[in-house]
């Protein structure tokens, strides 16, 4: 069976909705066990019982990724080694510099990229031993601009180059760090922007921003989760250092 994860253990931050939740069942679909890292535990709750209502196994934990503390408490749980770490918990802000205030650069440093650096941090030493994958979630906007969203390409750009930096000095420990970088994906929280944003024309909206994909739609998390699946399997073992579009032609064909 190519993509086979059994016997693999697996810890999924965010993985309470969205693109996390797709990861998460695409994962324990291969017979990893999946630990998911959830600040609302209730939605962590929900992907669990998804997982294993298809055969899965799953375990749900409350976590603040933005917490080193936590972080680590949490880690410490999981006995054994951990073959995969996905670094997907994020949060977003519009605005552009000037409709950027220090304490929303603050908030979203702290989730998208210490967030992702404690993660690391908790369970690299338990990789050195036996190796690993690491696989975290970059954007478009680490590659190209997008207007009114200073903070958060900050913060994306930065999770690209701390993945290349870490599968720069952990390769000799048969560690792979790569990253995704998504395009527009139809997750809870597009339906949520565009409620709140544009009451009443719901439908319009998400037209509109469906045609500013090249391919003509938004992604959808299960094509998100199959990525991170080739990604974390054996069937990747020679590839390491490298940043994924999944766009539907975003980059490249935007110009």
Do not use: W
């Not at 999946?34 to 992907?47: F, G, R, S």
């Not at 930065?158 to 395009?183: E, F, H």
């Not at 994909?213 to 299960?222: C, F, H, L, N, V």
């Amino acid at each position: 069976m190519k993509f086979n994860l059994k016997g693999k253990t697996a810890v999924v931050t965010g993985g309470g909705s969205g693109i996390g939740k797709a990861i998460s069942i695409a994962l324990a679909g291969q017979g990893a066990k999946v630990h998911i890292l959830e600040l609302n535990i209730d939605n962590a709750k929900t992907t669990l019982e998804e997982v294993k209502s298809n055969g899965g196994e799953a375990v749900a934990h409350s976590c603040n990724v933005a917490d080193k503390k936590n972080v680590q408490a949490v880690i410490g749980t999981i006995t054994g080694a951990i073959d995969i770490l996905i670094n997907n918990a994020g949060i977003a802000h519009v605005g552009n510099l000037e409709g950027t205030e220090e304490e929303d650069l603050d908030r979203v440093y702290n989730v998208n990229v210490k967030g992702v650096y404690n993660c690391m941090s908790a369970v690299i030493g338990k990789m050195k031993d036996k190796g690993g994958v690491i696989l975290n979630m970059a954007s478009i906007a680490s590659s190209v601009g997008i207007s009114d969203r200073f903070a958060y390409s900050m913060s994306k750009g930065a999770v690209l180059t701390m993945t290349y930096s870490v599968a720069k000095d952990y390769v000799g420990y048969g560690i792979r760090c790569n990253s995704m970088s998504p395009a527009r994906i139809h997750t809870p929280f597009v339906d949520g922007f565009i409620s709140k944003n544009y009451p009443g024309r719901e439908e319009e909206m998400f037209e509109n921003l469906s045609k500013t994909q090249p391919i003509g739609r938004m992604g959808k998390p299960e094509e998100v989760g199959n990525l991170a699946l080739y990604l974390c399997s054996d069937e990747a073992s020679f590839i390491t250092g490298t940043d994924f579009p999944i766009d539907g032609g975003f980059i490249k064909l935007n110009g």
